[in-house]
């Protein structure tokens, strides 16, 4: 047998961001792997947790629901002892948890470009720091990011939003060499447009809609199914020897 495993059997896996989009299939993609999740959300959307817990449990894996609010380190920290305390350990951590406000350049707001960093860029490192120092007690894991092809290309409206995912970018070639030795791989994938709730409105916009099609070779608009793919193959034995990497999910976006 050569080709190496992409199941997550007996892994633990912790999802920032999992009541909708990305995060919710990325939840369920690891359950199907195999995985038991600790799917996390805002505390006052809690509840938006059920449907994802509900179909984690249904694949006869175990659904921890905890509440998280990037970028407070109590709580952070909270959820890290919980799920460590009621789990066992951490594995695997996806920061997938993301916002954006888009504005034109010159209409933002210090408060648009603080709100925009807080939770992409220092909540995912203080949400990375602290799960590494578990994984460091338990002989390793992996990291995966999502950040966007913002993080490699430009977009109108994006001016915070692209600093923030080009941080992280770069940030993961860092964690990926700082613990390296621990081994905790750190990697990133960098979607496309994906129809998702933060998108709708963009996608709503027939004008907006048309241009991001017309820069996509493979023609159409990605789904949260699109993105599971690359993150579970980047959290599972297949990709122990790949670290500081971006994979782009991005239907040919970058490759023009
Ligand atoms: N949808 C896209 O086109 C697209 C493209 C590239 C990258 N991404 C990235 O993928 C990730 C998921 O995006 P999505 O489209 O699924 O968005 P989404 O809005 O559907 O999901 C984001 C989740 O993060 C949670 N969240 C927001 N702020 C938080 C905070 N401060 N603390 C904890 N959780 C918080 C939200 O409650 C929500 O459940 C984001 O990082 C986003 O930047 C999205």
Known sequence: MVLPSMRLDEKVVVITGAGSGIGKAVAIAAAEAGADCVPCELPGKISDLDDVCWQIENLGQRALPLPLSLPDLDSIDAMVDQASKEMGRIDIL????????????????????????????????????????????????????????????????????????????????????????????????????????????????????????????LGRVGQPEDVVGAVVFLASPAADLITGHTLLVDGGWTAV
């Open 94 to 217: 996806v920061n997938n948890a993301g916002i954006n406000i888009p504005r034109d350049a010159l209409e933002v707001s210090e408060e648009d470009w603080d709100s925009v960093m807080d939770v992409n860029l220092k909540g995912l490192f203080f949400m990375s720091q602290r799960a590494a120092r578990r994984m460091m007690t338990n002989g390793g894991g992996k990291i995966v990011n999502i950040a966007s092809q913002n993080g490699v290309i430009g977009y109108y409206k994006r001016a915070a939003y692209c600093s923030s995912k080009a941080g992280v970018v770069n940030l993961t070639r860092v964690l990926a060499l700082e613990w390296a030795d621990h081994q905790i791989n750190v990697n990133t994938v960098g979607p496309t447009f994906i129809l998702t709730p933060l998108t709708q409105s963009t996608f709503d916009d027939p004008v907006l809609r048309e241009d991001l099609l017309s820069r996509i070779p």
